[in-house]
């Protein structure tokens, strides 16, 4: 009887270290984004943007967004105009809290336009990932989780 509770205690001691040694590797990353994510906002608000790069999965697709300017309000709201055509849409900010180990950022820009797939605004719906931002430039990456193409957009101020 005494063997079968020192055998439990010791069993007990030994998952109560375990827990505390035992570190996991997919803990979400702890950092905090708000002051990089005000900066990109910030940024982004004033002035107005073009695109002077777009590519999806491989094929340079910029031309589809030439003559367009983009103005992102501070209310979230989104405008692409030429002149002749405006498209209204919403983009926003935020931390992704991701932990898929990418060595992308972990800071989202989201932008959405409520049109139909085969337009090709379409293609700008998504949540990016940004790999590089500046005062003049924000340059955005994403992976697709079907078949891993890659598709980069580059906004430079207008």
């Not at 040694?21 to 940024?43: L, P």
């Not at 073009?50 to 103005?71: A, H, K, M, R």
């Not at 002749?84 to 990418?102: I, K, R």
């Amino acid at each position: 009887m005494k063997t079968k509770a020192l055998y439990s205690i010791l069993l007990m001691m030994s998952f109560s270290l375990m827990s505390f040694t035992c570190s996991d590797d997919d803990d979400v990353n702890n950092q905090d984004n708000s002051q990089e994510i005000a900066q990109i906002q910030t940024t982004v608000e004033s002035g107005d943007w073009i695109v002077t790069s777009y590519i999806d999965s491989g094929t340079d697709e910029t031309n589809d967004f030439n003559g367009y300017t983009f103005t992102f309000e501070t209310n979230g709201s989104l405008t692409a105009t030429n002149g002749n055509t405006t498209y209204n849409g919403t983009w926003s900010v935020t931390d992704s809290n991701s932990n898929d180990d990418s060595p992308d950022s972990d800071i989202d820009f989201n932008i959405s336009f409520p049109v139909p797939d085969d337009h090709d605004f379409d293609d700008l719906n998504d949540d990016w990932d940004i790999i590089s931002h500046s005062n003049n430039m924000i340059s955005l990456r994403d992976v697709s989780g079907g078949d891993g193409s890659v598709d980069t957009l580059i906004f430079e101020r207008n």
